[in-house]
């Protein structure tokens, strides 16, 4: 009988492998979805973590901080390539260290959760100083750079201290675009390097003037950069009322245009800075002020992620160019900003012709712009000005790990579906039409002709999907066609399709620019690299909105090569884990709370010389649902009065402890983060049960409980 044959005689099994669609080619092709084993040979070659970091790029994108260890999952090199083999960190050992139950000598967080390394941070503040600091003494430079973060990149109190640490023996400083900003940047610059530049940008009113001039009074080196002409007369009126003197910095409109997406602020229309005219206008009211030598700085920005040292040249040529003339005009200039736009390789393509990717190196992009200004500088006859850059992206986008767990995925199983009900049965339900297809496509079945096959299984599904619509089949028998069509397309070969991955996050607020601009990051499973990976998949995130989920992804790929879930998903025995990196810029600054899914929970990770190479320097658990409701202008203490007196009211009168369980589980649900967690972390589920009573007595009594107890016990 021919090989389709079983699907017209009691659905007998076909052959299991078929083929499986979209695998890079230049990789060994995955093994067939029932291989879990680690040691199986493909194509001639064992799977093993290096044909898993080929896979997902990670030598690419990750260099020289991420790699693939010999267990198979991801490692993290503090100190980039300068990491020694003992000094990797495992991922995975973080992550559970972090979210094990305390009782197991974990923390106790909840996932998701946003791993942090200062040291990485560290490593890369440093890179970017030595790149300069070679670029200016093989030049023969004659003055220095001295960087400033951004701190819209990311407000995080600890990231910013920790950068101001960091960057105090090189003088490095802060930049603000808001008041907010400013007054967090001047508290932290008062541990920093006295030298150190707080660079004052964004829409100002007479307030931001003011903080910033007496930032000044307080010895911070202040510039109140000008992106309108109009704060000119704002600077002058309120430094002559606070008889402080002010230095003034410009933000040029340059003609020089970055054509992606993150070149929409550049060019003579961008949205912010003054053009020449104006920037005269600025000079010539400096003047007649006799404050012309206040105007020390020059600021420009051609666009986030500059995608080559091209581009970056000839910004920074016209830039020099404008100094110069400055300079020639007679302002006291010594500073030239180069603003943002280093940027960083999110697919490890090293392409300028992708918004995801630059075709440099740190080294590269420092020496193009020292170079550039002392061309132009020499050729005008100017003294050499000291050089700032406001690298944010570059400097934090490494440090920061978003791990998450799958909790399930769409179930397509490798063998074939057993027929819900008898074929007869299922026969007999047929109209006529129907059956007739059912006959051809038996009739094709037997010959072994398979596109034919398809052919009839399609048309005989669509007119059973009419007949139930009509009233005329069972939900049994669709289910049965639905199973059939299942059958003879495995048979038949057609690939698997696309799995969704169901996991614990939501992307609005953790991954906030791949919903709002289609900004790609990579991610893959930390862990279980050691496996050949048998299905592709897209990520559904938790909320109820079609927009959530993740289906792009670096190098072009619509789905992501993933491990079929082991036990249930997302239960306590196998879990399995998925980081999305580079994500340490923006992401935490913009994510809001659709559906009240609140921020992750986060650890910062410092390399150490214990038994698993790190510690756990400061844990934090993520926002409760309590702190989401807060957000949206709710009240979660009197929501909590309003239940309780509804339990109060309407429960069982005479069961004492089931009620107080029942309020005692409230209680613990606005405590609780609002993501997926463990069965057993459900206080409400003993309700009626007769167990888990809390009374005063009982918690004072609980050894080491009290803690966790009080959290809930301070609503009731």
Request: aromatic content about 8%; overall charge negative.
């Amino acid at each position: 009988m021919p090989a389709l044959s079983f699907c017209v005689d009691a659905a007998v099994p076909p052959p299991s492998p078929y083929a499986f669609a979209g695998w890079d080619t230049t990789l060994p092709a995955p093994l067939s979805p029932t291989t879990t084993t680690t040691t199986t040979a493909v194509n001639g070659a064992t799977w093993s973590p290096d044909h898993s970091a080929l896979l997902y790029r990670v030598d690419g994108w990750g260099a020289p901080y991420f790699t693939v260890n010999s267990n198979g999952n991801v490692a993290v090199r503090p100190y980039g390539a300068d990491t020694l083999a003992h000094e990797e960190i495992d991922l995975l050992k973080v992550v559970k260290k972090a979210s094990d139950p305390k009782t197991s000598g974990g923390l106790g967080l909840q996932l998701p959760l946003v791993v942090r390394f200062p040291d990485v941070l560290k490593h890369r503040l440093e890179s970017l100083q030595s790149s300069f600091e070679f670029a200016v003494q093989s030049q023969g430079y004659q003055s220095h750079y001295q960087g400033v973060y951004p701190v819209k990149c990311n407000q995080d109190k600890f990231v910013v201290e920790d950068i101001v640490k960091f960057g105090s023996g090189f003088r490095f400083g802060l930049e603000a675009g808001s008041k907010p900003e400013l007054l967090l940047a001047m508290s932290c610059l008062c541990n920093g390097s006295p030298d150190a530049l707080l660079v004052c940008n964004g829409f100002k009113d007479v307030e931001y003037i003011s903080l910033a001039l007496v930032a000044r009074k307080l010895q911070l080196n202040t510039v109140i950069v000008l992106e309108q002409e109009e704060e000119l007369d704002i600077v002058i009126n309120v430094s002559e009322k606070l008889g402080i003197r002010p230095v003034i910095g410009l933000r040029a409109k340059l003609r020089t245009k970055h054509s992606g997406h993150f070149g929409s602020t550049s060019g003579e229309k961008g949205k912010f800075g003054l053009t020449t005219m104006q920037i005269l206008r600025v000079v010539k009211k400096l003047q007649q002020y006799e404050m012309l030598d206040c105007l020390q700085l020059l600021h420009f920005h051609i666009g986030s992620q500059i995608p080559s040292t091209a581009l970056l040249a000839d910004g920074v040529s016209e830039a020099a160019q404008i100094y110069s003339e400055l300079v020639r005009l007679g302002a006291g200039m010594r500073v030239i900003d180069i603003g943002g736009g280093l940027g960083i390789d999110y697919d490890g393509s090293k392409s300028q012709d992708s918004d995801v990717s630059v075709a440099y190196t740190l080294q590269e992009y420092a020496s193009a712009v020292v170079e550039s200004v002392r061309l132009v500088c020499d050729r005008k006859g100017v003294n050499h000005p000291i050089i700032c850059s406001e690298s944010g992206r570059a400097i934090v986008s490494h440090h920061s790990i978003l791990v998450f767990q799958a909790v399930s995925a769409s179930s397509h199983d490798s063998s074939p579906p057993a027929l819900s009900v008898g074929l007869q049965y299922f026969i007999e339900q047929l109209a006529d039409e129907a059956l007739i297809d059912y006959q051809n496509l038996s009739a094709a079945a037997i010959r072994g002709e398979r596109e034919t096959c398809l052919l009839y299984a399609d048309k005989l599904k669509q007119r059973c999907v009419e007949q139930f619509k009509e009233g005329s089949l069972g939900i049994e028998q669709l289910a049965a066609v639905d199973d059939l069509c299942e059958v003879v397309s495995k048979a038949v070969g057609v690939p698997d399709p696309i799995h969704t991955y169901h996991v614990n996050v939501s992307v609005f607020t953790s991954i906030p620019d791949f919903w709002g601009i289609q900004q790609l990051f990579p991610i893959l499973p930390i862990h279980r690299l050691d496996e050949t990976p048998s299905v592709r998949g897209i990520l559904s995130d938790l909320t109820c909105d079609s927009d959530g989920k993740i289906d792009k992804f670096i190098g072009g790929e619509s789905s992501l090569p993933l491990h079929k879930l082991e036990g249930n998903g997302g239960g306590e025995s196998a879990p399995y884990y998925l980081g999305m990196f580079l994500g340490g810029a923006y992401e935490e600054a913009l994510g809001g709370v659709h559906n009240l899914f609140g921020g992750p929970s986060v650890v910062r990770v410092s390399q150490s010389d214990g038994p698993h190479s790190f510690a756990v320097t400061r844990a934090m658990p993520g926002p409760s649902c309590g702190d989401v409701l807060r957000v949206m202008h709710h009240e979660p203490e009197l929501m909590f009065q309003t239940l309780k007196h509804r339990v109060e009211e309407y429960a069982d009168d005479g069961d004492v402890k089931s009620n107080v369980s029942i309020i005692n589980g409230l209680a613990s649900c606005f405590n609780n983060m609002p993501y997926l967690a463990a069965a057993e972390t459900c206080r409400l589920t003993t309700a009626g049960g007769g167990g888990n009573y809390c009374d005063d007595d009982s918690i004072a009594s609980s050894d080491g409980a009290e803690d966790e107890q009080w959290s809930y016990l301070q609503w009731i």
